[in-house]
């Protein structure tokens, strides 16, 4: 994967990468045009109810390695896993475009907000990740649970070992709970940084030079993988 993340890292034409990662690996996928820019759809299964998700756009001050890059590479990982695999289950795998865009409220221009938008009546469930490239601890975002919107990935993955709820800067999720679709917004990070009242470098470096490919690491993406797949696939 290590690979993938330094091409996508890399390239002035993200879009191209993508797709181009994506039909090298025989992983079938639609594209979706919109006002402000394009998402990409992968689809297992017929009338999956439920989507995984990641922002493939990123802030050009650095890499964008952790902040998104490591994320969409792992959800490339699980398409083309999925798809040798002949996954016939329940599932969309949907990369999002200018999830960066809600920094400055730009709330509809943001390609989840158009996706869950379209989509409200056929998913029951989203998960989305951002910033899943580093360390060996799983989070969970506590920022949006109060919303009782109960969604199955997240009580399945708390019962898991390193796994942390913590509030986090907010993602594509918002989009999804503006719609009323129960969401999980997960990210990862290093153990010395997963409790409450640490300090985390991990989040200081987003959106500037820092955000490197140096610090995105091979191990934390398999780790979302093996994640994500075992939940897909019901094992464990
Ligand atoms: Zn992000």
């Known amino acids: 994967m290590m690979l993938d993340l330094i091409d996508l890292c890399k390239t002035r034409d993200r879009h191209g990468v993508l797709r181009e990662m994506l039909t090298r690996r025989g992983v079938n996928y639609n594209v979706l045009p919109y006002a402000h820019g394009v998402n990409y759809e ?11 998700g990641a ?3 990123i802030v050009t001050r650095g890499d964008g390695a952790n902040d998104n890059t490591a994320s969409v590479v792992e959800l490339v990982e699980l398409a083309t ?3 040798r695999e002949r996954f016939i289950g329940d599932l969309r795998i949907v990369f999002f475009d200018n999830e960066e865009l809600l920094c400055r409220g ?7 907000a158009e996706y869950a938008k379209h989509t409200t009546n056929e998913t029951e469930e989203a998960i989305v990740l951002d910033v899943c490239g ?4 799983l989070v969970v975002s506590g ?15 708390m019962k898991k070992e390193n796994t ?17 679709v129960p969401v999980t917004l997960m990210c990862t990070l290093p153990e010395t940084e997963s409790a409450p009242g640490d300090r985390r470098l991990t989040w200081e470096r987003l959106h500037t030079a820092g955000d490197s490919i140096e610090t995105v690491n091979e191990d934390t993406m398999e780790l979302v ?12």
């Open 42 to 52: 992968v689809v297992f299964g017929e009338r999956p109810r439920r989507v995984i």
């Open 134 to 137: 580093a360390g060996d601890v």
């Open 164 to 180: 942390v709820r913590i509030t986090t800067p907010p993602s594509d999720d918002v989009s999804f709970l503006r719609y009323g």
């Open 55 to 57: 922002h493939h756009d």
């Open 106 to 112: 730009a709330f509809d221009e943001m390609g989840s």
């Open 225 to 236: 993988v093996s994640t994500l797949y075992d939940y897909v696939t019901g094992r464990a």
């Open 143 to 157: 920022l949006w649970h109060r919303a009782k919107l109960s969604a199955p990935f997240e009580n399945w993955l």
């Open 81 to 83: 896993k999925l798809t």
